[in-house]
Protein backbone atom coordinates (compact mmCIF):
# COMPACT_ATOMS: atom_id res chain seq x y z
CA UNK A 1 0.00 0.00 0.00
CA UNK A 2 1.27 3.37 -1.17
CA UNK A 3 0.83 6.60 1.57
CA UNK A 4 1.72 9.98 0.17
CA UNK A 5 3.32 11.80 2.98
CA UNK A 6 3.09 15.60 3.51
CA UNK A 7 5.96 17.21 2.97
CA UNK A 8 7.12 19.13 6.42
CA UNK A 9 8.70 21.78 4.81
CA UNK A 10 5.67 22.86 2.66
CA UNK A 11 3.22 22.25 5.81
CA UNK A 12 5.36 24.17 7.83
CA UNK A 13 5.69 27.06 5.56
CA UNK A 14 1.89 27.40 5.67
CA UNK A 15 0.83 27.09 9.47
CA UNK A 16 0.31 30.63 10.93
CA UNK A 17 3.12 31.50 13.90
CA UNK A 18 2.99 29.44 16.39
CA UNK A 19 1.70 30.38 19.83
CA UNK A 20 2.44 28.60 22.63
CA UNK A 21 0.75 29.86 25.53
CA UNK A 22 -2.72 29.53 24.64
CA UNK A 23 -6.40 31.41 25.82
CA UNK A 24 -9.64 30.72 25.31
CA UNK A 25 -9.92 33.29 22.74
CA UNK A 26 -6.75 32.17 21.07
CA UNK A 27 -8.05 28.50 20.97
CA UNK A 28 -10.71 29.37 18.66
CA UNK A 29 -8.66 31.83 16.17
CA UNK A 30 -5.47 29.37 16.36
CA UNK A 31 -7.12 26.49 15.29
CA UNK A 32 -9.48 27.94 12.60
CA UNK A 33 -6.31 29.13 11.03
CA UNK A 34 -3.97 26.05 11.54
CA UNK A 35 -7.32 24.24 10.03
CA UNK A 36 -7.48 26.51 7.44
CA UNK A 37 -3.10 26.44 6.74
CA UNK A 38 -3.09 22.89 6.45
CA UNK A 39 -5.94 21.96 4.16
CA UNK A 40 -3.64 22.99 0.86
CA UNK A 41 -0.74 20.39 2.13
CA UNK A 42 -3.79 17.61 2.05
CA UNK A 43 -5.48 18.41 -0.81
CA UNK A 44 -3.55 17.66 -4.28
CA UNK A 45 -5.95 18.92 -7.85
CA UNK A 46 -9.25 19.21 -5.71
CA UNK A 47 -8.65 15.64 -4.17
CA UNK A 48 -7.36 14.55 -0.33
CA UNK A 49 -3.40 13.03 -1.11
CA UNK A 50 -3.99 10.11 0.79
CA UNK A 51 -7.80 8.09 1.44
CA UNK A 52 -9.36 8.30 4.41
CA UNK A 53 -9.25 3.92 4.13
CA UNK A 54 -5.78 4.06 2.96
CA UNK A 55 -4.68 6.16 5.22
CA UNK A 56 -6.25 4.63 8.22
CA UNK A 57 -5.15 0.32 7.21
CA UNK A 58 -1.64 1.90 6.97
CA UNK A 59 -1.69 3.72 10.51
CA UNK A 60 -3.81 1.79 12.45
CA UNK A 61 -2.84 -0.91 14.92
CA UNK A 62 -5.72 -2.92 16.69
CA UNK A 63 -6.10 -6.53 16.68
CA UNK A 64 -9.02 -8.64 16.79
CA UNK A 65 -8.12 -10.00 19.78
CA UNK A 66 -8.03 -6.72 21.65
CA UNK A 67 -11.31 -6.03 20.19
CA UNK A 68 -12.70 -9.56 21.66
CA UNK A 69 -11.05 -8.37 24.99
CA UNK A 70 -13.40 -5.31 25.28
CA UNK A 71 -16.26 -6.67 24.11
CA UNK A 72 -15.95 -9.33 26.55
CA UNK A 73 -15.35 -7.10 29.40
CA UNK A 74 -18.43 -5.17 28.36
CA UNK A 75 -20.56 -7.78 29.13
CA UNK A 76 -18.49 -8.64 32.57
CA UNK A 77 -19.22 -4.82 33.26
CA UNK A 78 -23.20 -5.22 32.45
CA UNK A 79 -23.40 -7.99 34.84
CA UNK A 80 -21.14 -6.26 37.48
CA UNK A 81 -23.98 -3.49 37.39
CA UNK A 82 -26.82 -6.05 37.48
CA UNK A 83 -25.39 -7.65 40.81
CA UNK A 84 -24.29 -3.90 42.26
CA UNK A 85 -28.22 -3.11 41.30
CA UNK A 86 -29.54 -6.59 43.00
CA UNK A 87 -27.40 -6.83 46.46
CA UNK A 88 -26.94 -3.37 47.02
CA UNK A 89 -28.64 -0.91 45.67
CA UNK A 90 -31.92 -2.45 45.67
CA UNK A 91 -31.94 -3.23 49.55
CA UNK A 92 -30.38 0.00 50.48
CA UNK A 93 -33.65 2.11 48.55
CA UNK A 94 -35.48 -0.03 50.92
CA UNK A 95 -33.92 0.23 53.94
CA UNK A 96 -34.19 3.67 53.15
CA UNK A 97 -37.20 3.49 52.73
CA UNK A 98 -37.24 6.00 49.65
CA UNK A 99 -39.89 7.01 47.00
CA UNK A 100 -41.23 4.75 44.21
CA UNK A 101 -40.09 6.73 41.81
CA UNK A 102 -36.13 7.09 43.27
CA UNK A 103 -35.92 3.55 44.20
CA UNK A 104 -35.46 3.37 40.41
CA UNK A 105 -33.19 6.21 40.20
CA UNK A 106 -31.10 5.66 42.74
CA UNK A 107 -29.46 2.94 41.63
CA UNK A 108 -28.24 3.86 38.76
CA UNK A 109 -26.84 7.19 40.30
CA UNK A 110 -24.80 4.71 42.44
CA UNK A 111 -23.37 2.58 40.37
CA UNK A 112 -22.48 5.40 37.81
CA UNK A 113 -20.56 7.26 40.90
CA UNK A 114 -18.98 4.32 41.68
CA UNK A 115 -17.68 3.23 38.77
CA UNK A 116 -16.11 7.10 37.71
CA UNK A 117 -15.27 7.63 40.73
CA UNK A 118 -12.73 4.54 40.48
CA UNK A 119 -11.80 5.46 36.43
CA UNK A 120 -11.35 8.96 37.18
CA UNK A 121 -9.03 7.82 40.36
CA UNK A 122 -7.04 5.86 37.72
CA UNK A 123 -6.53 8.20 35.10
CA UNK A 124 -5.61 10.95 37.86
CA UNK A 125 -2.95 8.76 38.68
CA UNK A 126 -2.18 7.99 34.74
CA UNK A 127 -1.51 11.60 33.82
CA UNK A 128 -0.61 13.58 36.82
CA UNK A 129 1.40 10.74 38.88
CA UNK A 130 2.98 8.40 36.44
CA UNK A 131 5.65 10.54 35.04
CA UNK A 132 4.01 11.43 31.64
CA UNK A 133 3.57 14.92 32.45
CA UNK A 134 0.80 15.43 29.61
CA UNK A 135 -1.46 18.24 32.19
CA UNK A 136 0.85 20.68 32.66
CA UNK A 137 2.61 20.18 28.99
CA UNK A 138 0.04 18.54 27.00
CA UNK A 139 2.37 18.90 23.62
CA UNK A 140 4.23 15.95 25.02
CA UNK A 141 0.74 14.19 23.78
CA UNK A 142 2.61 13.90 20.28
CA UNK A 143 6.39 14.67 20.96
CA UNK A 144 6.55 10.64 21.04
CA UNK A 145 4.49 10.01 17.82
CA UNK A 146 5.73 7.15 15.77
CA UNK A 147 3.67 4.91 13.35
CA UNK A 148 2.88 1.73 14.96
CA UNK A 149 4.24 2.54 18.48
CA UNK A 150 3.67 0.64 21.10
CA UNK A 151 0.62 1.33 23.77
CA UNK A 152 2.29 1.03 27.67
CA UNK A 153 0.09 -1.10 29.33
CA UNK A 154 -1.05 1.38 32.21
CA UNK A 155 -2.86 3.12 28.69
CA UNK A 156 -4.27 0.04 28.07
CA UNK A 157 -5.95 -0.68 31.00
CA UNK A 158 -7.25 2.92 30.49
CA UNK A 159 -8.44 1.96 27.41
CA UNK A 160 -10.20 -1.06 28.43
CA UNK A 161 -11.99 0.11 31.39
CA UNK A 162 -13.43 3.37 29.30
CA UNK A 163 -13.39 1.08 25.82
CA UNK A 164 -15.80 -1.43 27.74
CA UNK A 165 -17.61 0.67 29.76
CA UNK A 166 -18.92 2.82 26.82
CA UNK A 167 -19.88 0.10 24.97
CA UNK A 168 -22.17 -1.35 28.19
CA UNK A 169 -23.30 1.91 28.24
CA UNK A 170 -25.12 1.27 24.45
CA UNK A 171 -27.40 -0.68 26.15
CA UNK A 172 -27.70 0.28 29.50
CA UNK A 173 -28.99 3.84 28.09
CA UNK A 174 -31.64 1.84 25.80
CA UNK A 175 -32.59 -0.85 28.92
CA UNK A 176 -31.38 0.36 32.14
CA UNK A 177 -31.15 3.83 32.35
CA UNK A 178 -33.96 6.05 33.10
CA UNK A 179 -35.72 8.07 30.19
CA UNK A 180 -34.91 11.39 29.57
CA UNK A 181 -34.86 14.68 27.41
CA UNK A 182 -31.22 14.05 26.13
CA UNK A 183 -31.19 10.43 25.83
CA UNK A 184 -30.59 10.69 21.52
CA UNK A 185 -27.98 13.06 22.59
CA UNK A 186 -26.53 10.59 25.46
CA UNK A 187 -26.12 7.85 22.66
CA UNK A 188 -24.45 10.16 20.29
CA UNK A 189 -22.32 11.09 22.93
CA UNK A 190 -21.39 7.38 23.62
CA UNK A 191 -20.91 7.40 19.54
CA UNK A 192 -18.62 9.62 19.44
CA UNK A 193 -16.57 8.36 22.64
CA UNK A 194 -16.38 4.92 21.41
CA UNK A 195 -15.06 6.40 17.96
CA UNK A 196 -12.80 8.46 19.90
CA UNK A 197 -11.19 5.30 21.61
CA UNK A 198 -11.13 3.21 18.97
CA UNK A 199 -9.77 5.92 16.40
CA UNK A 200 -7.06 7.12 19.26
CA UNK A 201 -6.05 3.84 20.24
CA UNK A 202 -5.73 2.55 16.43
CA UNK A 203 -3.44 5.88 15.28
CA UNK A 204 -1.16 5.55 18.63
CA UNK A 205 -2.95 9.03 19.60
CA UNK A 206 -3.48 7.19 22.64
CA UNK A 207 -2.04 10.32 25.35
CA UNK A 208 -4.35 13.09 24.37
CA UNK A 209 -7.46 10.40 24.73
CA UNK A 210 -6.35 10.05 28.06
CA UNK A 211 -6.66 13.83 28.44
CA UNK A 212 -10.13 14.11 26.89
CA UNK A 213 -10.95 11.44 29.96
CA UNK A 214 -9.32 13.54 32.32
CA UNK A 215 -10.83 16.66 31.50
CA UNK A 216 -14.74 14.96 31.75
CA UNK A 217 -15.21 12.29 33.69
CA UNK A 218 -14.83 14.17 37.04
CA UNK A 219 -17.42 16.09 36.72
CA UNK A 220 -19.61 12.67 36.38
CA UNK A 221 -18.46 12.17 40.15
CA UNK A 222 -19.94 15.47 41.36
CA UNK A 223 -23.14 15.36 39.08
CA UNK A 224 -23.80 11.71 40.37
CA UNK A 225 -23.46 11.95 44.10
CA UNK A 226 -25.16 15.12 43.69
CA UNK A 227 -28.07 13.01 42.57
CA UNK A 228 -27.76 10.49 44.99
CA UNK A 229 -28.07 12.87 47.82
CA UNK A 230 -30.89 14.41 45.98
CA UNK A 231 -33.18 11.02 45.96
CA UNK A 232 -32.08 10.48 49.55
CA UNK A 233 -33.94 13.79 50.77
CA UNK A 234 -37.20 12.20 50.88
CA UNK A 235 -37.93 9.31 52.14
CA UNK A 236 -40.54 7.52 54.70
CA UNK A 237 -42.58 10.07 53.93
CA UNK A 238 -40.22 13.23 55.60
CA UNK A 239 -37.50 15.50 54.05
CA UNK A 240 -34.40 15.47 55.25
CA UNK A 241 -32.88 19.46 55.32
CA UNK A 242 -28.96 17.51 55.63
CA UNK A 243 -29.51 15.79 51.95
CA UNK A 244 -31.23 18.87 50.35
CA UNK A 245 -28.28 20.90 51.44
CA UNK A 246 -25.69 18.46 50.37
CA UNK A 247 -27.60 17.95 47.04
CA UNK A 248 -27.30 21.47 46.47
CA UNK A 249 -23.61 22.15 47.25
CA UNK A 250 -22.48 19.10 45.54
CA UNK A 251 -24.70 20.52 42.40
CA UNK A 252 -23.15 23.91 42.79
CA UNK A 253 -19.84 22.51 43.20
CA UNK A 254 -20.56 20.20 39.79
CA UNK A 255 -21.54 23.50 37.64
CA UNK A 256 -18.61 24.92 38.65
CA UNK A 257 -16.29 21.89 37.88
CA UNK A 258 -17.81 21.74 34.57
CA UNK A 259 -17.38 25.36 33.54
CA UNK A 260 -13.39 24.72 34.89
CA UNK A 261 -12.79 21.06 33.67
CA UNK A 262 -14.87 20.80 30.24
CA UNK A 263 -15.18 24.79 28.84
CA UNK A 264 -11.81 25.80 30.21
CA UNK A 265 -9.15 23.71 30.88
CA UNK A 266 -10.85 21.11 27.83
CA UNK A 267 -10.25 23.59 25.39
CA UNK A 268 -7.52 24.87 26.14
CA UNK A 269 -5.17 21.73 26.90
CA UNK A 270 -6.98 19.43 24.62
CA UNK A 271 -8.25 20.94 21.55
CA UNK A 272 -5.72 23.68 21.63
CA UNK A 273 -2.99 21.08 21.41
CA UNK A 274 -4.70 18.85 18.91
CA UNK A 275 -5.95 21.83 16.48
CA UNK A 276 -2.95 23.86 16.52
CA UNK A 277 0.61 22.72 18.72
CA UNK A 278 0.20 18.93 17.05
CA UNK A 279 0.87 20.73 13.51
CA UNK A 280 3.76 21.82 14.44
CA UNK A 281 4.83 18.66 16.03
CA UNK A 282 3.97 16.18 14.14
CA UNK A 283 3.94 18.45 10.69
CA UNK A 284 3.35 14.91 8.79
CA UNK A 285 1.13 13.56 11.82
CA UNK A 286 -2.19 11.44 9.91
CA UNK A 287 -5.59 12.57 10.83
CA UNK A 288 -5.77 15.83 11.58
CA UNK A 289 -9.36 16.70 10.30
CA UNK A 290 -10.86 13.61 11.53
CA UNK A 291 -9.59 13.45 15.02
CA UNK A 292 -10.10 17.03 16.08
CA UNK A 293 -13.98 17.05 14.37
CA UNK A 294 -14.63 14.20 16.56
CA UNK A 295 -12.82 16.66 19.59
CA UNK A 296 -15.15 19.62 18.56
CA UNK A 297 -18.35 17.30 18.77
CA UNK A 298 -17.24 16.72 21.96
CA UNK A 299 -17.13 20.44 22.72
CA UNK A 300 -20.32 20.89 21.58
CA UNK A 301 -21.88 18.27 23.31
CA UNK A 302 -20.50 20.33 26.51
CA UNK A 303 -21.78 23.09 25.62
CA UNK A 304 -25.43 21.27 24.72
CA UNK A 305 -25.54 19.98 28.32
CA UNK A 306 -24.25 23.07 30.08
CA UNK A 307 -27.55 24.68 28.55
CA UNK A 308 -29.19 22.54 31.44
CA UNK A 309 -27.19 22.98 33.45
CA UNK A 310 -27.72 26.54 33.85
CA UNK A 311 -31.12 26.64 32.98
CA UNK A 312 -31.26 24.46 36.68
CA UNK A 313 -29.27 27.51 38.11
CA UNK A 314 -31.46 30.41 36.52
CA UNK A 315 -34.74 28.84 38.13
CA UNK A 316 -33.37 28.54 41.36
CA UNK A 317 -32.23 32.45 40.95
CA UNK A 318 -35.20 33.72 39.75
CA UNK A 319 -37.33 31.55 42.25
CA UNK A 320 -39.03 29.91 39.60
CA UNK A 321 -37.73 26.77 41.43
CA UNK A 322 -37.46 25.75 45.37
CA UNK A 323 -34.82 23.44 44.79
CA UNK A 324 -32.06 21.99 42.84
CA UNK A 325 -33.13 19.22 40.40
CA UNK A 326 -31.48 17.81 36.94
CA UNK A 327 -33.83 19.62 34.49
CA UNK A 328 -33.21 16.70 31.98
CA UNK A 329 -35.53 15.05 34.22
CA UNK A 330 -39.41 14.74 34.65
CA UNK A 331 -40.49 17.26 37.04
CA UNK A 332 -44.44 16.58 37.25
CA UNK A 333 -43.59 13.00 37.29
CA UNK A 334 -41.58 13.61 40.64
CA UNK A 335 -43.70 15.83 42.28
CA UNK A 336 -47.12 13.23 41.50
CA UNK A 337 -44.62 10.81 43.22
CA UNK A 338 -43.80 12.57 46.66
CA UNK A 339 -47.63 13.54 47.19
CA UNK A 340 -48.45 9.75 46.63
CA UNK A 341 -45.80 8.78 48.99
CA UNK A 342 -45.97 11.46 51.83
CA UNK A 343 -50.52 10.17 51.59
CA UNK A 344 -49.39 6.56 51.67
CA UNK A 345 -47.22 7.39 55.08
CA UNK A 346 -50.22 9.36 56.52
CA UNK A 347 -52.68 6.87 55.74
CA UNK A 348 -50.56 3.83 57.16
CA UNK A 349 -49.59 6.49 60.20
CA UNK A 350 -53.93 6.78 60.52
CA UNK A 351 -54.56 3.51 60.31
CA UNK A 352 -51.85 2.43 63.33
CA UNK A 353 -53.10 5.16 65.10
CA UNK A 354 -56.52 4.25 64.97
CA UNK A 355 -55.62 0.69 65.41
CA UNK A 356 -54.28 1.76 68.58
CA UNK A 357 -56.98 3.80 69.69
CA UNK A 358 -59.67 0.72 69.04
CA UNK A 359 -57.10 -1.83 71.36
CA UNK A 360 -57.07 1.18 74.04
CA UNK A 361 -60.82 1.14 73.85
CA UNK A 362 -61.36 -2.53 73.57
CA UNK A 363 -58.72 -2.91 77.00
CA UNK A 364 -60.52 -0.39 79.18
CA UNK A 365 -64.23 -2.03 77.75
CA UNK A 366 -62.62 -5.70 79.43
CA UNK A 367 -61.02 -3.76 82.39
CA UNK A 368 -64.85 -2.67 82.96
CA UNK A 369 -66.43 -5.77 82.27
CA UNK A 370 -63.75 -7.84 84.89
CA UNK A 371 -64.58 -4.87 87.60
CA UNK A 372 -68.19 -5.07 86.94
CA UNK A 373 -68.18 -9.20 87.13
CA UNK A 374 -65.98 -8.77 90.68
CA UNK A 375 -68.67 -6.92 92.11
CA UNK A 376 -71.26 -8.80 91.06
CA UNK A 377 -69.21 -11.92 92.86
Avoid at 353 to 364: G, K, L, R, V
Wanted: proline fraction near 3%; charge should be neutral; glycine fraction near 4%.
Amino acid sequence: MTIIKYNDEEVLRALPPIDEEPTLPKVFVKCYQTAISLWDSRMAEGKWKAGFLDEFLYYSYFKLDELCVVLIAAVAITIIRYLFTTLISVPLTDYLQLTKLNKRKFPESLWKFVFYLVSWGYCYYLVMEAGYNIVDEPSNCFKDFKRGMDVPTDFKILYLIQGSFYVHSFYATLFMDERRKDTWVMLLHHAVADSLLFFSYSVRYYKIAALVIFTHDITDICLEFAKVAHYMKFRGGKSYQFFDILSSVFFLVFSFIWMVFRLYLYPIKVLYTAGHLAAYIIPDGPFYYSLNSLLWILFGMNIYWFGFISTSLIKIAFGLEKEIRDSREDEEEEIVDRKSTKAYHQDSSNHVESYSSTANHSDTNSSTNKNNTRRRH
